[in-house]
């Protein structure tokens, strides 16, 4: 079965971004570079007019992006830049992000790229951690969430810039860790792809939880999703060892805090309980101390 | 491009990566502690690869595991991304501390960040704040801490807004250094501040926000302070019902958030304990605290730890009610053995000191012969 780490570095954002930044012919990534930065000199400047203080950070739209972005830059016209971004991408070092899809926009597909791009090594860091310490589903999806909190922290005026919000390559990682449960995953009813579209929506309320309180740390805006992004990717059933430990704690939780009238364990099940866990210790000393026998199971239990 | 400009962007985006990690390596102070000095001595080995001409001696913390090889583009000491894995990497680091010695760490990572950042740096505000709480964890409420606290409290106020995030943090941070102090004015208007918070974070993140979970708790452990300070029995059992009630949801979401054997749901274990004792339920006290030691003991691999101190502590006390005092004297001494492990002149150290002094009298009464 591939590592989460191997999926996430086959996606198709992932593939291009290694073509793009590869591609030496006419300084191709870096003329691609000069664009971003430019986009992001706009978008700072727009941002610092219309901020009404440092806490909330509203969606910005500028208008004739692409020229904006060509004066920045210091090209001659905007013609340069919308070559790059337009959708028929013939002789272009580097195709566009966005395909050749005509419904998109030439500035709608530069502003798709630099998020992404702006993002990329943001989600590198998270995997080289991630992987080195073989993280859970849940594990992997804070760790990104948060390195997705944090770049929207650090770059509020592209990630309110319409559509505000993560960058496109969220939804396949989303994918790729809401399909990683499915190696264990017994107990959840719902498909990969619904499970995929909620954790979308829940990266989208991340950043928008950090574009709303500049103050909000990458820990607090992923606090707000924490419980159903653990509920969509724990895995309940995964190893019984921790079903017994979770029906344990259920178990005494309820008992010693259960209403008044209500039964929650029949004294013979208490007893079935306890016949049960003797057993159980017996078995468990062995893993507990290795190299030491298990001791021997209660009187008159043994063959049981 | 020039190359010039090609080059501060490749240098940015190994800052971004430096970031990304550490929110990563964030994630694993959940884990076992061990697991936690695995994940500090590779922040170390990211930090010394990647940061221009920094030697992490003195900021206090470990050396990295590997010689540093250092490659692509250095990031300087400076930039925030490095601030902030150095500190992932203490809160890391602090899992193989004792608690008495932490305060020491964060200041000296305060001081190195001091050297190379404005005072008013945001970063650098927050860092020290932190080194603060270390002070506070050890036991030190003294009137320069809490004017401190009561600084970084304003500098989020005036600079964040009254209901910003972290102009919320730095309010529990304040509660958290008054309830330290437990005189009595302190306690009652402290429990009003607490009451205060929980209502402002309710509306703003919801009841069942880790950040909300955090100030119910704290609010809990203030009415249980109270509680236990009262001398009027009707006010006393108002005050532990008050705190059962809350503490109990509060600990249902964390089992539900982060597990059943998480630090913080045991803490709330051990706060249902508490109240069910101050309620008269001595015997369902104990069985909490057993739990509580239990998933503490799985959740640290048998490690134990000072909050594995708290409940032996709490376990002394339950069973001294329940007329045992041979076990409440064993648990009061191994709570002791480890709160002076840690943190010999804290107030935990002092209060388990306190009680087997206390256990000593009672037994050696129970001795003397009838008169």
């Not at chain 1, 706009?42 to 692409?66: N, S």
């Not at chain 1, 919308?82 to 005509?102: E, F, L, M, N, S």
């Not at chain 1, 990969?192 to 909620?198: H, K, P, Q, W």
């Not at chain 2, 309620?279 to 490690?303: I, T, V």
């Amino acid at each position: 079965m591939p590592s989460i780490r191997h999926e996430l570095e086959i996606t198709r954002t992932a593939r291009w971004y290694l073509t793009a930044r590869g591609a030496q012919r006419g300084g191709a990534w870096g003329e691609r570079v000069r664009c971003y930065a430019a986009l992001s000199a706009v978008l700072a400047e727009h941002a610092a007019r219309d901020i009404a203080g440092r806490r909330r950070q509203p969606p910005i739209q500028p208008r004739a992006v692409l020229t904006k972005v060509a004066r920045r830059a210091h090209f001659a016209s905007a013609e340069p830049v919308y070559r790059r971004w337009r959708h028929k991408q013939d002789g272009q070092p580097i195709v566009r992000w966005a395909g050749r899809d005509p419904a998109v926009k030439p500035g709608a597909a530069l502003v798709a790229e630099a998020k992404i791009t702006a993002f990329w090594p943001y989600r590198e860091g998270v995997i080289k951690v991630a992987d080195a310490f073989d993280m859970t589903p849940a594990e992997w999806a804070a760790a990104y969430l948060r390195a997705l909190a944090a770049w929207a922290g650090d770059d509020r005026p592209l990630a309110a810039c319409h559509p505000a919000g993560p960058p496109e390559c969220v939804i396949e990682d989303m994918a790729v860790l809401a399909a990683s449960p499915g190696r264990g995953y017994r107990g959840g009813a719902m498909p990969a792809a619904v499970r995929a579209a909620r954790l979308r929506e829940l990266a989208g309320d991340v950043v928008r939880h950090v574009l709303d309180d500049g103050s909000i740390t990458p820990l607090g805006a992923f606090n707000t999703v924490r419980d159903e992004v653990h509920q969509l990717l724990a895995e309940p059933l995964a190893s019984p060892a921790d079903q017994v430990v979770r029906s344990v704690a259920e178990l005494s939780d309820r008992i010693l805090h259960h209403g008044d009238g209500e039964n929650v364990i029949t004294a013979e099940q208490a007893s079935h309980i306890l016949g049960l866990l003797d057993g159980l210790s017996s078995l468990l000393a062995g893993f507990a101390m290795p190299g030491q026998d298990p001791p021997p199971g209660p009187a008159g239990k043994g063959d049981r | 491009m020039t190359p010039d400009a090609l080059a501060a962007d490749e240098q940015a985006r190994a800052a971004a990566r430096l970031r990304g990690a550490a929110e990563a390596l964030s994630v694993l102070q959940r884990r076992a502690p061990a697991e936690q000095q695995r994940a500090c001595r590779f922040a170390m080995d990211l930090l010394a690869a990647q940061v221009a001409a920094a030697d992490w001696t003195p900021a206090g913390l470990p050396g990295p595991a590997e010689p540093a090889q250092r490659a692509g583009y250095l990031v300087p000491a400076s930039h925030q991304a490095v601030l902030r894995l150095a500190r992932s990497a203490m809160m890391l680091y602090c899992a193989e501390l004792r608690i008495a010695d932490r305060p020491g760490h964060w200041d000296r990572l305060a001081e190195f960040f001091a050297r190379r950042l404005p005072p008013s740096d945001p970063e650098l505000v927050r860092l020290r704040e932190r080194a603060t709480c270390a002070r506070v964890d050890a036991g030190d409420t003294s009137p320069e801490v809490l004017n401190d606290l009561l600084g970084a409290l304003g500098f989020h106020r005036a600079r964040d807004g009254e209901d910003a995030y972290l102009t919320a943090l730095a309010r529990a941070n304040l509660l958290m250094a008054c309830r330290q102090r437990r005189t009595g004015a302190d306690l009652a208007s402290s429990t009003v501040l607490a009451e205060e918070e929980v209502a402002t974070r309710t509306s703003r993140y919801g009841a069942g926000h880790p950040v909300t979970l955090v100030a119910r708790s704290l609010l809990t452990l203030h009415l249980l302070l109270q509680a236990e300070a009262s001398s009027d029995e009707a006010e006393r059992l108002g005050l532990a019902g008050r705190a059962l009630a809350e503490i109990t949801g509060v600990r249902a979401a964390r089992d539900r958030l982060f597990g059943v054997t998480s630090p913080n749901a045991t803490r709330s274990r051990r706060y249902e304990a508490r109240a069910l004792l101050l309620l008269g339920q001595g015997e369902r006290a104990r069985h909490c605290l057993e739990y509580a030691l239990a998933f503490e003991n799985a959740h640290n691999d048998g490690q134990e730890t000072p909050g594995t101190g708290q409940t032996l502590y709490q376990l002394a006390r339950v069973n001294r009610a329940l007329g045992e005092p041979g076990k409440a004297l064993d648990q009061a001494k191994r709570a002791y053995r480890i709160f002076s492990r840690h943190n010999p002149d804290g107030t935990s150290a002092r209060q388990a000191r306190q009680l087997i002094g206390e256990l000593g009298a009672d037994q050696a009464l129970s001795l003397e012969p009838a008169q």
